[in-house]
């Protein structure tokens, strides 16, 4: 089942995105060459009537694509230059590039409502919920009912940017500063507990979070734009951890890695399945807006230099940088996909 579950999480999630492209680009009349699930050999394909494009499955479900006429020069010479990428309104061109991390964006926005609908919306603001007896928290003065503002001066407004802020930190000292139930303000110092079991150490800091939930439509449409917002601020902060050394590589995931929280998801329950497709759909819209070669960001980029400069770039050296660029991100995978494998072992 976590196969089944594995393929159909990525399919949507690809499925979507492409889709995005693919309804903008008909819309714009481009040629549109191929609609594509998967990478790699083709598994099945198929024509509609009076339709060019060939639609198609491939054996790995780790990406996707539709290929249009004018992303590749060498492959147009038989289709209309009026039904070219590069024939369209710079207003047609920016929509079919960013349609598909918007369709991400709506999708997961839809998917955490309907959620939040469901289960209830979970709180977003960081409140102690329980402190464990002579735990170093305990110590520390935390109170059930802490609201968490800071941590070592790093404002706080959602429990996904604290859990952040905690995970870069696990093992150290933490500072935090709280806004007690009476309303007055205090700053705890809480050292952990190191434990070590079985040759593998951990820390015990001795507190764990609200996680209680409010019902309503109101409420499940709330959560579901502050959510979206709090997990791009965080893949945000993410990115710039990575570039600074605070997170290494290893915190990265690959197709293995997605593997394995799909399995654990699916112990959970569907809902949990669905958030996690939520979860995939605004890091696959966030990841492709990035401006890098060969990500939609990297088009979109091109495309707004050709705004300021009133002209195109050379279309042949941009398929050269993108094609750079995506020589690049198959290495980045490679290199993620060993750390899963290893990570298993």
Same mark, same amino acid.
């Given at each position: ?46 024509? !509609? ?19 249009? +006429? ?17 024939? #369209? ?18 999708? +997961?926005?839809?998917?955490?409502? *309907? ?9 977003? =603001?960081?409140?102690?919920?329980? *402190? ?12 059930? &009912?802490?609201?968490? !503002? ?7 407004? =959602?429990?996904? !940017? ?5 995970? *870069?930190?696990? &093992? ?8 007690? #139930?009476? @309303?007055?303000?205090?700053? *705890? ?26 019902? &309503?439509?109101?409420?499940? $449409? ?9 997990? /791009?601020?965080? /893949? ?21 890695? $997605?593997?394995?929280?799909? @399995?654990?998801?699916?112990?959970? @329950? ?19 807006? $990035?401006?890098?070669? +060969? ?51």
């Amino acid at each position: 089942m976590t196969i089944i579950y594995f393929i159909f999480v990525l399919l949507v999630t690809i499925m979507i995105h492409e889709f995005g492209h693919f309804l903008f680009a008909k819309k714009a009349g481009i040629y549109v060459y191929e609609f594509s699930l998967g990478m790699g050999p083709k598994l099945y394909s198929f024509n !509609r009537k009076n339709d060019e494009t060939t639609y198609s499955i491939r054996l790995f479900p780790i990406g996707g694509y539709v290929s249009m +006429a004018g992303e590749d020069i060498e492959a147009d010479r038989d289709i209309p230059f009026e039904k070219t990428m590069q024939a #369209k309104t710079w207003w047609q061109r920016f929509l079919t590039i960013t349609a598909g991390v918007l369709f991400n964006f709506l999708l +997961a926005l839809i998917l955490l409502f *309907v959620i939040a609908l469901i289960n209830g919306a979970p709180t977003m =603001t960081p409140r102690i919920s329980y *402190v464990e007896e002579d735990s170093p928290s305990a110590i520390a003065g935390l109170q059930a &009912g802490d609201k968490i !503002r800071a941590i070592d001066n790093t404002k706080l407004s =959602t429990v996904d !940017r604290f859990l952040l802020e905690f995970q *870069v930190r696990i &093992g150290d000292t933490i500072s935090l500063k709280i806004e007690s #139930k009476d @309303g007055t303000s205090k700053t *705890v110092q809480i050292k952990p507990e190191k434990i070590v079991k079985d040759e593998k150490t951990s820390y015990s800091y001795g507190f764990a979070l609200d996680n209680s939930a409010k019902h &309503g439509i109101w409420e499940s $449409i709330k959560y579901a734009f502050l959510k979206t917002g709090s997990l /791009m601020e965080q /893949m945000c902060l993410i990115l710039g951890y990575l570039f600074s050394g605070k997170l290494s590589l290893n915190s990265l995931s690959g197709p293995v890695g $997605i593997f394995n929280v799909v @399995g654990e998801s699916a112990r959970a @329950g569907f809902l949990s399945i669905v958030y996690l497709i939520a979860y995939l759909c605004i890091n696959v819209g966030f990841i492709n807006i $990035i401006p890098f070669p +060969a990500f939609d960001g990297g088009r979109l980029l091109f495309l707004i230099i050709e705004k300021i400069k009133g002209k195109p770039v050379e279309p042949k050296l941009e398929n050269t940088i993108h094609a750079v660029g995506f020589v690049i991100l198959m290495l980045l995978m490679v290199v993620i996909t060993f750390n899963d494998i290893i990570r298993l072992f």
